[in-house]
């Protein structure tokens, strides 16, 4: 079986898995204040162009985006994102378990935009209803589009306009620094709050949050610790960061994986099958007959994302730092042989 299913499925990297066995024994201290995290924290503040950021690296996107989220929002407070928006539809209603209402805006290609905030907005104006007060996207987004640099300018300049924080969820974020569409210091410069997806790009867990606001800066492990993110042996987040913060191993991790997803992508268009979305990175929805799909589904793993009609399905292939080229080319001799 060849999976491509999600970006996850392996463990880690060799180096990271190296850098963990030399660490095994050494007795560090806990709760990421040993030297592997604090050095892990210097290394993404300087990549960020942010010596002011404060870092914290916990677990999981879902754990990591409702421990901030809730932090930074009263009670009364809500997210406007994306309908597609991984807080919307795959997260369990774990932003609404903390209190937190989600405005889903429609959005095809999975990108919010300036007019859909304003919008949302303006349709909840009373103590009768709750209060907007973050906007939410993800880079990549949940189709694998993305959003330019001008693109989360013009949200920074709504936010600003509104009153509204600006958080990015970052758990494909090295697809999308390898594609160009935006760098680190220009996440800094632009966002409250975001955070570097380990999980999803070669790391075994961990997501790197980088808290730039200064007023969402005080107490934060307080409510780390009481979401039960604050891991005791914190410094195996702070190992592998290490090495994904160094040697350009995160962005390379990216490149790998988006350049097998457009060799994908351009073999499945050259047999004539239609995309449900434009990406440019690791996930790419080609739209098959029904028929494709079942000979497929045997040999390879894929998740359904969508019925565009009764006889198709769009499909999600997602590739990893781990995927070898000949998977593609597997894969792409299977297509052409179930179409015939």
């Not at 919008?119 to 993800?138: C, D, G, R, W």
């Not at 697809?175 to 800094?188: E, F, I, R």
């Not at 492990?221 to 702070?238: D, E, P, S, V």
Request: glycine share 8%.
């Amino acid at each position: 079986m060849i999976r491509f299913t999600n970006d996850y499925s392996e463990g880690c990297h060799p180096l990271i898995l190296k850098a963990m066995e030399a660490a095994n024994l050494e007795g560090n201290f806990g709760y990421s204040l040993d030297p592997h995290s604090e050095h892990a924290h210097a290394l993404i503040r300087a990549a960020c162009g942010r010596p002011d950021a404060d870092v914290h690296i916990l677990v999981g996107g879902t754990q990591t985006n409702q421990t901030a989220i809730s932090a930074f929002l009263r009670p009364y407070e809500a997210v406007i994102a994306a309908s597609t928006g991984h807080v919307c539809v795959h997260e369990t209603g774990a932003i609404e378990a903390t209190g937190h209402k989600c405005i889903a805006c429609p959005a095809d290609d999975g990108r919010l935009t300036p007019e859909a905030v304003r919008a949302a907005y303006a349709a909840n104006t009373t103590e009768h209803m709750v209060k907007p007060a973050l906007v939410y996207v993800s880079e990549t987004t949940e189709v694998g589009t993305l959003y330019s640099y001008a693109q989360l300018k013009a949200l920074r300049a709504v936010c600003d306009e509104l009153g509204l924080l600006l958080y990015l969820d970052g758990a494909r974020l090295g697809s999308a620094l390898a594609a160009g569409a935006v760098t680190l210091p220009q996440l800094g410069e632009l966002a409250d709050a975001f955070y570097i997806g380990g999980t999803k790009n070669g790391a075994l867990f961990g997501e790197a949050l980088v808290i730039l606001n200064a007023r969402l800066k005080p107490c934060f492990r307080y409510n780390i610790k009481q979401r039960g993110g604050m891991l005791a042996k914190g410094w195996m987040l702070g190992v592998q960061f290490e090495v994904l913060l160094q040697n350009d191993l995160y962005t390379e991790l990216g490149r790998h994986e988006n350049a097998l997803a457009l060799r994908l992508r351009d073999g499945i268009a050259a047999l004539g099958y239609p995309f449900a979305s434009h990406s440019e990175t690791n996930q790419q929805f080609p739209i098959l007959p029904d028929a494709v799909v079942e000979k497929l589904a045997p040999d390879f793993s894929f998740e359904f994302s969508s019925k565009p009609d009764a006889s198709h399905t769009a499909i999600r292939l997602v590739t990893s730092w781990a995927t070898q080229p000949e998977s593609i080319d597997a894969f792409l001799r299977a297509l052409a042989a179930a179409a015939k």
